[in-house]
Structures are given as C-alpha cells and as structure tokens.
C-alpha cells in the first residue's frame, strides 16, 4: 500500500457510519505502591495501597475507541451495561471519544464486564500483576432487555454502511436470538463477525476467526486457513477471513482464497486488542468500497501499529497509519 492509496481509504473513510454491536467491557489498571503498605490490625496480609487507577474500554469499547480514532465520520455502539460503578466509567469514556451513544441499554440486573489488573509496585522497578479481578455475566439477558436489543440493531442498521459484531463473552448481548437478526440483516449489507464461541451460528455474515477459533470452531487440531476460508465462505454464503498473526490473513469471496501478508514489526509485542483494531480498521476502510483483500491490507497496516503499544490496548490514528506507510 502506497501514500496515495492510503490517503484515499482514509479521506474516504469520514464519510463511513459503522454500528457495533457486542459486549462493551472496561480494563481497570489499579496500582499499589507496595511500599506504603502497613500489616493489616484484622489479618495477616500486606494490603495493596492503591496510588493510581486507570480505565480504558476494552472488547467491543475498544472496537468503537479503534473507529473514532481512524476517523469514520460516526459510530453507533449498540450494547447492554449494568447500572454499577463500571458502566457509569464506560459511558464516560464513550462520551469522551465522541461515540453516538443513543443504542447503549442499561440493565439493573446485568454486569458491566471489567477485568481489573492490580499492578504491584516496590523498590526495584519490576513490576508484578497480581491475578485478574473478572466481573462477568453468567446467563444471556432478559428477553425484555434482547428485545431492546434487536430494536436497536435494526434502527442502527438503517443508519450504518456496516456493521461489526463484538462476541467476546459467553453470555453477552449477541445472544441466539440476535445472531438469527443479524443473519436476516446480513442478506442486505455488511456485517463482520468476530466471535469467540459462536462462529458455527453466524450466516450470509462475514465471520473474521483467528487460526485458533477457526479449528476450533471446525473441530480439528490443525487447518490450512485457505482452506478453512473458504468451508466458511460457502457455508455462510458470504465472505470470510481467517487472521494468522505474523503470518497476515486471508480473505475468501467465491471460492477464491487471497493471503494477505502482515507488516514486519520487531519486538517488544502486545498483541492484546490487536483483533479488535483489525475488524474496526477492516469495516471501516471496506464500507468504502475497496476490495476485500484490499481492506485486509489497511487492517494489518493498523493492526502492525497497536501492537507495538506495550500495556495498552491502544488505537492507529490517520496520522500513526500515514508514517507507517512513508
């Protein structure tokens, strides 16, 4: 990809209005500086003297914070919260990157995902994280509350050029029943799934696996990912893409398997939320018009960017994506 063709995507892209439905999580980060602690009067234990605290939208969140970033011209997040501490942060932060927040539901009986991080800090500048603090749903949302859902999808699809699909959690807000809405949907424009557990349920739909979630989902140990591409693409009846890391993606319409090579970067890596920057950097740049294999190559382009980000799951603004190329 060239300079010329690059600025082209993204002059192209601010006319893109893309919805995300899916699961909006927060990554808490809590610090304690563990010099401060004093041995606790009530038990044996050095408490974690929390210093500082930082919070960033994770999942689906960090697909909509990707598409502000590249500059779509509006994104419409469709996605279910809890009325607690976490998801009065998570609209905040949408707020703050501009994200039309009209489709957020919020349900009293729901869990605001969070998955909190708490760093130990000493002496010596090593670092420790002590194990995740997980805030998860554990059943799919009321019928009242999927209703609302499938409502909001359908009014966000009248309004999208695409849209991508976040199914990051077991019992999120893409449920069975809003999988079968957004195959009816996918007969009439682009939607672009990336799902952990529920690839085998998607149709007409665009499903984007990774190597791993592709065998998983087709139950073998090992798979060519042209091949695999195309058993999804004839089976959903639409195109598919497999994402290989290092080794790039591959893209399938009819039959016909294209690899798309990755860009090279050199370590340090942190490949958390690189799947999320590539199906928002891949639905929005394709909305455009451009060819699939052609999207695939803007998304890696994007991707090669947020994985040099150490400890965040970060974005590639026009102006990150411009330098890479030059």
């Given at each position: 990809?060239?300079?010329?063709?690059?600025?082209?995507?993204?002059?192209?892209?601010?006319?893109?209005?893309?919805?995300?439905?899916?699961?909006?999580?927060?990554?808490?980060?809590?610090h304690a500086d563990m010099k401060l602690s004093v041995l606790s009067n009530e038990t044996p234990h050095y408490p974690l003297p929390?210093?500082?605290?930082?919070?960033?939208?994770?999942?689906?969140?960090?697909?909509?914070?990707?598409?502000?970033?590249?500059?779509?011209?509006?994104?419409?997040?469709?996605?279910?919260?809890?009325?607690d501490w976490r998801g009065a942060i998570v609209s905040k932060c949408l707020q703050k990157i501009g994200a039309d927040c009209s489709y957020i539901i919020t349900d009293k009986a729901r869990v605001t995902p969070c998955y909190v991080k708490p760093m130990r800090h000493g002496i010596s500048d090593v670092i420790y994280e002590d194990p995740r603090l997980d805030f998860e749903n554990r059943s799919y949302p009321s019928k009242e509350t999927e209703d609302k859902v499938i409502d909001a999808l359908e009014k966000t699809a009248a309004e999208a050029d695409i849209i991508a699909v976040c199914d990051q959690t077991l019992f999120g807000a893409v449920s069975p029943a809003v999988i079968e809405k957004l195959n009816e949907i996918g007969k009439k424009m682009p939607v672009v799934s990336d799902s952990h557990s529920h690839i085998n349920q998607f149709r007409n739909v665009i499903v984007k696996p990774n190597e791993r979630e592709a065998a998983a989902a087709l139950n073998t140990p090992e798979i060519n990912i042209e091949e695999a591409a195309r058993v999804f693409s004839q089976?959903?009846?639409?195109?598919?893409?497999?994402?290989?890391?290092?080794?790039?993606?591959?893209?399938?319409?009819?039959?016909?398997?294209?690899?798309?090579?990755?860009?090279?970067v050199n370590p340090p890596l942190d490949i958390v939320g690189a799947g999320d920057t590539f199906i928002s950097a891949f639905c929005a740049s394709y909305a455009t018009g451009i060819p699939g294999e052609k999207a695939l190559e803007f998304a890696n382009l994007a991707s090669s960017i947020t994985v040099k980000k150490i400890?965040?799951?970060?974005?590639?603004?026009?102006?990150?994506?411009?330098?890479?190329?030059?």
């Open positions: 990809m060239n300079l010329t063709e690059l600025n082209e995507i993204l002059n192209n892209i601010k006319n893109v209005t893309v919805g995300m439905i899916g699961d909006i999580c927060l990554d808490a980060y809590w929390v210093v500082k605290e930082t919070y960033s939208l994770g999942g689906g969140g960090n697909v909509v914070s990707n598409l502000a970033a590249v500059g779509v011209k509006r994104v419409i997040p469709v996605s279910v919260l809890g009325d089976r959903n009846s639409a195109p598919a893409i497999i994402t290989a890391g290092e080794n790039g993606s591959v893209w399938c319409r009819d039959g016909k398997a294209v690899s798309v090579p990755a860009f090279k400890g965040t799951t970060g974005t590639a603004s026009p102006e990150e994506l411009r330098a890479a190329v030059r």
